[in-house]
């Protein structure tokens, strides 16, 4: 259909219309006459459509309310009856992505589908649950998404609960987050950035229900709703349902959402706060450090780009001048990223350079080396070199527009035109930046980046310098005053009160037990057997040799990119070594070579590619507990015609590293540790899960050893006795350096678009030539299996529970039904039992073709309760009696979860995957066909390996310190970790 400018359409008049070449899109820019509301569509050939609503939601304190509200609404709505709308569509849904993410300053519901009929549905559930919630009417939603008193008959005590609650005491465990919270507030005072938009526990329970509704009917109105569709799909259709089922009964209004701008500073401020450690953790150096400058706004997109690649090249990159300049200083151990700390967008760019375990009294000698670093670079001029090779990475990032890769580009289009959408800017403007690009790249000889710089930065005064100081026992102090406060209030309830108070809860957990009626379960929208492929997908893989090595060539188009994995084979590598293919995964590339210094070589790998890494991966076979096979992979991606130099470029370091330099060596260790911290808080959940894996798991006891808690161990222990150790550290990083890459075994992999691996065939004896062929003798690894019940103490308020067992050992084999029992536990018992009774933010169950089986809980409050839910799940499988309509629901689900889409590169990784563990085509296809023809009966029958899988008792909980140790008479081996 051919749209005109100003015409109208179901109710949207058109405003402009733009081809954008840069994302091979037309973009047309809407608003909705009667409401008010803005739509913006991105039309384009790609099958996975995308719809978002977005709202800007501007917080005026730290009760949560825009996150708790961001859960609530899909609690429920006015179309979709059911207590879970979201989550049973969820079920029986081909969805691609379905989520809701609460932002500093807006609120953001993006669905994505590549079924027509299935986008459609989830459309409607999404703009029902945010314009109609049930909120208003069932205020035991905000109890059980936000907060609520529990009472413990067993202790006499009251305790709060609820998701966000938990959600909250997990993320505010983390100096990062608490740094971010800590940097708004500095720079951006008297906002809404100065509050805690996701919520501080210690105000949470300030949010009232009045406060709560109010909030909604405030800005979840279309006059302050963002509208983004992407793809392939009907526009018209989208208008016209979107018009007519939603935004004419709205008429428009103005909603005070807008926001200022911060007002420059005089001088730089200063703000100091406090994280907990615990009593016995020496507090010497565990400072954070933060200076930050804040500039031009987000919505300018020329210095947002300018930005982008500076800091990158300032911050991100190990070769970074400012970071060189800390770290050779003594200034903390590492330097963290945005990425890192998970920072938001604001109206106003942020710059910040934040550096972690340090202390105050280096702030002046930190804020100086910024600055003087800073000076120099404006006063002798940035390394040419250096620009480019930002500039090259920023670029790459651009065109492949999915940081995440998870083959969802309308996610990361969305979030580049909210940044500036939402700040009333033109929401193209960061789309296209093919010519900003072009400009930047001619004004570097005009000294652009280094006036910039100077302007932004060296002379400006908005800025600030934020201490974060390490606390003995703070977390302690607060959970006492907490539970006094508490003790106060239940002290104040008569007996008749707090009897009512109890029965409240019960009534609250009846109604999240109870089963949704017949009437209500058909408001949800279902798709059909029939709109599921019976076919699994066919990754094309074509099988070459080339001197005796095994290339896989994988055909699919890719942008002109070429990814290109090397992965070496670590069999024959002795198990005292085995901790060090961790180390050198991390020194690679961050090292002299003999040509050049660890800078100049990641300048030149970043100017000539996408990028190098080297990680260390094992692969395991189906229904096989013991056979694994661990590779040591080098993965890259590069433009077609820099395919020699990358091979260059790897050759240089597989061949020519220097491992001579004490300091650059130590320092990476520090950072390792930094690292390795910050994903044991985080994702405590993965290294539950690894722990108990590797007591009955060849492949996972080896994972832990190069990436697990075991080799934070060992990550430990070097960096307290480097000096002692460093010949040690050296000589081993040597020996197996020069040990594995070798030609036997070896296996090459491009996924490219065809004309890019004959290239590389052409090229590769640049690497062939200077590597070995040795045939080694494969290393025994002495395998002890455990049955402990571990608890791994961390700086955590909340827990990560997991058990699991190995279902071969049982006697069972892997079947596709399976997956489709996971579904069904997941969604019908875990989240009931652990999330909605248990408050905890998620809970899932993992399944691997090896046999592993896991439930797992995430920011869990909960211990032992959630154990016993676990040990419980068996009777939930004995007694279930769904339909047949209820089983197709099940099954369409798992489809949509099983398959999702896959990047090129990440297409390559799979296919390369089932070559290494022998998985052929007709396995594949099998697995979905035990999937479409599962049945109530194949569910219940693995009732019987649920139970005695959980009577094996291959336990693991990381987190909060007190509440492993009260208990700790379930477990027989307790670490504390952090």
Known sequence: MKFKINEIYHGFKLLEEEKIDEIQSIARRFEHIKSGARLLHLENRDDNKLFSIGFRTTPTDSTGVAHILEHSVLCGSKKFKTKDPCGDVEKSSLKTFLNA???????????????????????????????????????????????RYEFDSKTNKLSYKGIVYSEMQGALSSPEEVIINEIYKSVFPNTTYAFVSGGDPEDIPNLTQDNFEKFHSKFYHPSNSYIFLYGDQDLEECLQFINENYLMEFDKIEVPSHIEGVKAFEKIAENTSEYSISEDESEKNKAILALNFVFEETSNAKAYLTKEILYNMLIESSASPIKKSLLEAGIGDCVITIDDMNMDATKQMLFPVVVKNTDESKKEKFKEIVLNTLKDLVKNGIDNDMLKAAINTVEFNLREADPWRIANKGIQYNEKVLNSWIYDGNPLVHLKYEKNLKNLKEEIKDRYFEKFIEKNMVNNTHCSLVVLNPKKGLENMKNKVLEEKLESYKKSLSEKELKKLVEKNELLKENQSRVDTEEEKKTIPKLSMQEISKKAEIIPQEVLKKKGITVLNHNIYTNKIAYVNLLFDVKFIEEKYIPYLGLLGEVLGELDTKKRTYSQLITKIYKNTGGITFENEIYTEKDNIIVYHPKFTIKSKVISENIPELLHLIKEIITTTKFDDVSRIKQIVKEV????????????HEISMNRIFAKFSYAQDYKDRVNGVSYYEFICDLESNFENKFEEIQNNLKKIYECIFNRNNLIISIVSEGAESKKLLSNINVILDNIKNKEYKVSKVVYDEGKDIEGLITASNVQYVSKGFNFLKLGYSYSGKMRVLQNIIESEYLYQNVRLHGGAYGCYMVINQDGNLAFFSYRDPNLIKTIDVYNEAYKFLENISFSKEDMENFIIGTVGKVYKPLTPDKKGERAVANYICNITYKDIQNEKNEILSTTIEDIKSYAQMIKKGMEENYCCVVGNEMKIRENEKIFNNIIKVL
Do not use: C
């Not at 540790?673 to 405590?684: A, C, D, T, V």
């Open 101 to 147: 993410m609460t932002y500093t300053d807006k609120t953001v519901y993006p669905i994505s589908s590549r079924n027509h009929k299935d986008f459609m549905n989830l459309m409607d559930v999404y703009l029902d649950a945010v314009l109609h919630p049930r909120i208003y009417e069932n205020h035991d939603i905000l109890r059980q998404e936000g907060w």
């Open 673 to 684: 540790k930094s690292k390795l911290k910050m994903r044991i808080i985080n994702s405590g």
